[in-house]
C-alpha cells in the first residue's frame, strides 16, 4: 500500500473515532451520600482516564408534607426518593473524565435552588455545548438526587435525561423529551407521565386519573384508576389491570398485553393484527383474529385496546 495512502487512511479513522465518541450518562441507580469526591481520575491499561464523580451541591430544608417539587433542568437525570416528614434535600453530582471539564458543565448549568412558600424548586439552564466539546472531553453525566416527604406533590421536568421516582402520595407529573421513566409506588389524585424518546415502567401506580405517553418506547405499567390513557407510538404495552375502570390503549406498532382478574367487569373493544383471550376469561360477544367486541361477566367500564399491526392478548392476572 502507497504510504501517502496509508498515512491518509489512518486519519480518517481517527476522524471518525472522535465523531462517534460517547456522551457519558450518571444513571439514577448510580449514587451516593459519602462526600464531595467519590475517586479521582486514574488511569486505565490503555492510558485513558477513569470517570470521577463529585458533589457539586447540598442543600437541604424544612418543609412541610403535602408541598410541592417543581423540578426543571436542561440536561441531567433526576431521582427523587421519599424521606422524614419535615424536611427536603437536593444533591447534584457530575461525572466526567475530566473534572475541570466537568466543573464548567456545571457552572452553565447555573443551578438556583431553593424553597418558595411550600415549594422546593430545582431550576438549571441547559450547559449549551457544542459538538465538538462533547467529543474532545467525552461527555458529562449530571444526577440530580432529590428527597422529600413521602406526601408531596412533583412537578418534573427535563430536557434530556431519565427520571426516576421512588414511593410518593401525591399529584405527579412528569416529563422528559429524551430518557426512561421508572417509578416506585405512585399514589394520588392524578399521574401524568410523557417521554418522547424512552421506556416508562411502574411498579404501582394508584389514582383516579392516570395518563401515560411514549413516542418510541415500550409501557410496563401495573394500575389502579377510574381513567387510565397509555399511548406508544412505537412500542408494546403490558397492563396489570388491579382494579375495574374505564382503559384506552393505543400503540401504532407494537403488542398490547392486559392481564386481569377473571372476575373483572368490563365492555372490552379490540382492535389489533391478532387477538388472543386466554381461556380462563370468558368474553360475551364477538371475538375473531383481528378484533373482539363482547362483555366480562355482564359488563363495566370500557375498556379499549387498539393497534395498527401486533398482537392484543387478554390474560389471567399474573399477580
Known sequence: MDVEYRWTLLGLCA????LVAPKIDLKPGQRSSSGHREHSASPTKDGQAQESR????????????????SVNVGDGDVEVRSGSAGSAAVKVYVQARDMDWGREVFERMQFAVGVEGDRVTVRARDA???????REQRGVGVLVQITVPETFNLDVRTADGDVDIGRVDGRVDIRTSDGDIVVGELRGPEVSIETSDGDVTA???RAERITVRTSDGDVNLSVSGNDTRITTGDGDISLDLLTEGEVALHTGDGDITV????????????HGGDVHVQSEIQIVGRIDRSGAR?????????LVARTGDGTISIREARR
Open 203 to 205: 411498579e404501582s401506580l
Open 128 to 134: 449549551n455545548m457544542r459538538d465538538y466539546e462533547w
Open 294 to 302: 363482547g362483555q366480562l361477566n355482564g359488563g363495566g367500564p370500557l
Open 54 to 69: 463529585e458533589l457539586m451541591l447540598d442543600r437541604s430544608f424544612d418543609v412541610t408534607a403535602g408541598g410541592m417539587l
Open 259 to 270: 392481564y386481569a382478574s377473571p372476575a373483572l367487569r368490563a365492555d372490552l373493544e379490540l
Open 15 to 18: 476522524m471518525t473515532v472522535a
